[in-house]
């Protein structure tokens, strides 16, 4: 069995190694198809487009590396098949179960490699292609914002309301200012048209400000101009979002945990935070539905059997898409929307292994 195993493992790395080779050529070529006018335009030279195309590769890895796995599998099983080798061990008294456990280690071993890529290469490579593409090919600033409308801001003893912000010229829309005590106790609400930034502080214009007394009540006062004692420059309702590629897990996780605190809604990046998660496992399950395909499919051979692994891809995409925007509308919660495709496909794959040949 140990033999068997080794060249099994072998084989299958070899046959993904080649499978993996294509993809990313075809995707490189793809890409560059799509892209080649904004490079003629934006007047990039060799090596400029060289570098965008090489800090692109890890991420193409990534997103390739589970329908390589599956396509090397069933090719792997259906030559087997082809040559009578399977024959031959279920007829040494081999299972099919046993079979298989070389090439789902494999898999497992596969995940794990894409995880730590995705985590500690794709991040920086990614990001740093995407800046190529948008400052020196399009020559675009690469800024994103959250928080220009409808801004909920904790502070220090404060919370800040705010409908409208102006990022360009820093001037915040018919904002609201609560002020409590160490007890959580509104001392102060601020309303104002406008709050206008000077430089050095903010100023509030044509507002209303009402000051608690002891006994419950509010004194209120109009103004037309007021210093608002506030420590918040306008950087802070005014941050650079980066895309999920360009995270980590961790990086994830703290980006939502900061946005959630100062009021923002993070269920992109808690479900993309879980996809993170969840996205490598799928290796191990295009493994456990490509076997019992490659040996089911006695006419048509490999060819078949392949397009049946790419249409099993295709239900385990779309399932995906459709868990993930259940979960960003808030219909499911985003770990299970991260994970229910996952689920579904994995007992698929352990229901074809059960009914497999044996």
């Not at 280690?105 to 995705?118: N, T």
Request: proline share 4%.
């Amino acid at each position: 069995m140990r033999v068997l195993s080794r060249y099994l493992i072998k084989e299958f790395i070899k046959m993904f190694s080649m499978c993996q080779t294509i993809f990313l050529g075809i995707y490189l070529i793809i890409d560059f198809l799509q892209k080649i006018d904004n490079f003629i335009r934006g007047g990039a030279g060799v090596g400029l487009m060289f570098s965008y195309f090489y800090y692109k590769i890890p991420y193409i890895v990534v997103q390739m590396t589970p329908a390589a796995a599956l396509i090397s599998v069933i090719i792997l099983i259906s030559m087997m098949k082809k040559h009578n080798e399977i024959t031959a061990i279920k007829a040494s008294g081999i299972s099919i179960s046993r079979l298989s456990a070389p090439l789902i280690v494999s898999s497992v071993v596969l995940s794990v490699g894409i995880f730590v890529l995705s985590e500690f290469v794709v991040p920086q490579t990614y990001s740093k292609s995407r800046a190529i593409f948008k400052e020196d090919v399009k020559k675009q600033q690469q800024k994103q914002f959250y928080g220009h409308a409808d801004i909920w801001y904790k502070g220090v003893n404060s919370i800040y309301w705010i409908k409208l912000f102006d990022s360009k010229n820093m001037v915040m829309g018919h904002p609201t200012f609560f002020f409590m005590d160490e007890r959580f106790k509104l001392i102060l609400k601020i309303r104002s048209r406008w709050a206008v930034w000077t430089g050095t502080y903010w100023k509030a214009l044509r507002g209303v400000a009402q000051t608690a007394r002891e006994d419950g009540g509010f004194d209120s006062r109009a103004f037309d101009e007021m210093v608002l004692n506030i420590p918040e420059k306008p950087e802070a309702f005014l941050k650079t979002v980066k895309k999920p590629e360009e995270m980590s897990y961790w990086e994830l996780k703290r980006f939502a945990q900061e946005i959630q605190q100062e009021g923002y809604s993070a269920s992109q990046y808690l479900v993309d935070m879980n996809i993170k998660l969840a996205f490598p496992f799928i290796i191990l399950i295009v493994v456990l539905i490509g076997i019992p395909i490659a040996l089911r499919v006695t006419r048509g051979g490999a060819p078949l059997a392949v397009s049946l692994g790419i249409g099993a891809c295709f239900f385990y995409l779309l399932a995906l898409g459709i868990a993930r925007s259940f979960g960003l509308s808030g219909a499911l919660p985003p770990m299970v929307s991260a994970w229910v495709a996952n689920a579904v496909f994995f007992l698929v794959g352990v229901y074809l292994m059960m009914h497999a040949e044996t």
